[in-house]
T-cell receptor, first 110, second 111 residues
């Protein structure tokens, strides 16, 4: 089974902090994605990557950046956390045939 | 028009009945269609994918695709209380590997 591991299940950060969310997959997938999920808004794509050192903006990239230095690892960075970035963050990896999601990181910015 | 639309529900069906979940999409170039199930507090898990017009069956699940009508559905036969979850439709964008998710339909199967 494909495993997508997100480093933290719950995080609480202060406004203005730099936040790193880590995601690691073990199936050699080229494609990796970061989504956030909010009640009433569904899953929204923040950034995705098709290969090492490659990144593409999704639908809501503002306030976020990403890093993919190794194929298995895709990091989401909140440069200066704000309260409107309080959300569930989901990482996914996959190829044709669908994604596998990590278990999610519930981030609260206070 | 939203890219992927689903009725939010909740859709309530009695145990043993057929649950029918619907999804419409706006991008005529979409080629790949996926159904995910998400239990409360959990991450989405892939149930089925379909690429071609028609029906695709996997156990109690059947995905149906009609590209002319830009419509994809998921049928769950012999619904069980354990099927109670939110079902997300996902459609690829612009022939790519980037997917757009619908808002999800909450299904409740009543014992």
């Amino acid at each position: 089974d494909v495993k997508v591991t997100q480093s933290s299940r719950y995080l609480v950060k202060r406004t203005g902090e730099k936040v790193f969310l880590e995601c690691v997959q073990d199936m050699d997938h080229e494609n990796m994605f970061w989504y956030r999920q909010d009640p009433g808004l569904g899953l929204r794509l923040i950034y995705f990557s098709y290969d090492v050192k490659m990144k593409e903006k999704g639908d809501i990239p503002e306030g976020y950046s990403v890093s993919r230095e190794k194929k298995e690892r895709f990091s989401l960075i909140l440069e200066s956390a704000s309260t409107n970035q309080t959300s569930m963050y989901l990482c996914a990896s996959g190829r044709e045939g669908g994604y596998t999601f990590g278990s999610g990181t519930r981030l609260t910015v206070v | 028009q939203k890219e992927v639309e689903q009725n939010s529900g909740p859709l309530s069906v009695p145990e043993g009945a057929i649950a029918s979940l619907n999804c419409t999409y706006s991008d005529r170039g979409s080629q790949s269609f996926f159904w995910y199930r998400q239990y409360s507090g959990k991450s989405p898990e892939l149930i089925m994918f379909i690429y071609s017009n028609g029906d695709k069956e996997d156990g109690r699940f059947t995905a149906q695709l009609n590209k002319a009508s830009q419509y994809v559905s998921l049928l769950i036969r012999d619904s069980q209380p354990s099927d109670s979850a939110t079902y997300l439709c996902a459609v690829n964008k612009n022939y790519g590997q980037n997917f757009v998710f619908g808002p999800g339909t909450r299904l409740s199967v009543l014992p």
